[in-house]
């Protein structure tokens, strides 16, 4: 059984045919490829797109989604092997992912880390814990990783060069400022998709504090050297937007700062000036600009840059409906090979 975690364990072969079956399902969005299917959807956290694309996209391709939120309606979950469970959690996660896996065909999990201790959080351990006791496939709506925001944001690029092969393309993922500490996921995603489609890749950040967990640096060199790409870090504006192909931005956290955020912020807020704005983008090479979503206007980046035709946010949003549902057919489907579609 596969599970969609990490686009780490998937092949790019088969990325690439969940790729083509998404512009397919674009083209032509209502197919019955989830009649008598079910999704349990559970939110941990908030969401728009994540929600929404998911429960629309089940729905166009014939299916059912039952989104729960535990703790908020659904009761408080437990996670750790052997947890006395004298707290405020009702429910363990073991029972909750087999009881789900037997009214459902697959489990979708949204999990933020808990910001304290990096240590702990870096285990991703809500959704392995899932992936461990489901008899269905688990997919990841974000924890420490955003493997379908990956998918789409590759999908809006190919869309936007107008080919599949961005195999070249200069690719600057840019730390932003924000006046929280944020997830990395998005973060590491964006460097391990890129490097993996073969694209010359900088991290750009206000220093080494700002480095990505160890793991997702590693796998971005070890993508980028499989893919005849790049990877490499970089702390300088200028030299980092010259001659971008695209621009990706995106605010986190300091991992040596996890736990004790105060001594984090005054860092934070003297890098301001990461903004994307319309100075930096004149010097890209006419750069496709994109953020996750949601993004603070005019903090992470001006109006005038989320508003530009080069501006692929809407995009990137609208590809998470079309990828989503080519991957919950593909995992309750036929097997996940490059032939299968
Ligand atoms: N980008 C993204 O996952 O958006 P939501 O948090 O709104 O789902």
Redesign the pocket.
């Known amino acids: 059984m596969k599970h969609f975690i990490t686009t780490q364990e998937w092949d790019k072969e088969e990325l690439d045919c969940l790729l083509r079956h998404a512009s397919e399902l674009k083209a032509n969005p209502l197919q019955p490829l989830l009649e008598g299917k079910t999704i349990a959807l559970l939110f941990f956290?908030?969401?728009?797109?994540?929600?929404s694309s998911f429960e629309i996209g089940a729905w166009q391709m014939g299916g059912h989604a039952v989104v729960l939120e535990p703790g908020q309606g659904t009761w408080a979950m437990a996670f750790g092997d052997g947890e006395i469970m004298d707290g405020g959690a009702e429910e363990h996660m073991s029972e909750a992912a087999r009881v789900l896996s037997r009214y459902c065909d697959l489990i979708a999990v949204?999990a933020f880390p808990a910001f304290v201790d990096w240590s702990i959080d870096r285990q991703d351990h809500v959704i392995r814990a899932f992936a461990k006791h489901a008899t269905v496939p688990v997919i990841n709506?974000?924890t420490i990783t955003?493997p379908?925001?990956e998918l789409a944001h590759i999908m809006g690029l190919q869309e936007r060069f107008e080919t599949s092969d961005l195999r070249g393309k200069k690719y600057v993922l840019t730390w932003t400022y924000h006046p929280k500490p944020l997830n990395t996921a998005?973060a590491n995603s964006a460097a391990m998709i890129a490097t993996k489609f073969g694209m010359d890749v900088t991290l750009l950040c206000p220093d080494e504090r700002f480095l990505l967990d160890e793991r997702y640096m590693s796998f971005a060199a070890e993508n980028a050297e499989d893919s005849g790409g790049s990877f490499s870090v970089s702390h300088d504006i200028e030299a980092s937007y010259s001659g971008a192909d695209v621009i990706y931005a995106k605010s986190w956290g300091a991992l040596p700062f996890f736990g004790s955020w105060e001594k984090e912020k005054p860092i934070r807020d003297a890098n301001k000036h990461f903004i994307v704005d319309d100075a930096k983008m004149e010097l890209t090479n006419g750069a496709v600009f994109s953020h996750?979503?949601?993004a603070r206007r005019n903090v992470k980046a001006t109006d005038s840059v989320m508003d530009s035709p080069n501006s692929m946010i809407i995009e990137e949003?609208e590809n998470?409906l079309h990828i989503q549902k080519a991957l919950m057919a593909a995992l309750v489907g036929s097997p996940v090979t490059p032939q299968a579609k």
């Open positions: 956290n908030p969401s728009l797109r994540t929600r949204r709506m974000e955003h379908c925001q998005v996750c979503l949601p949003a998470r």
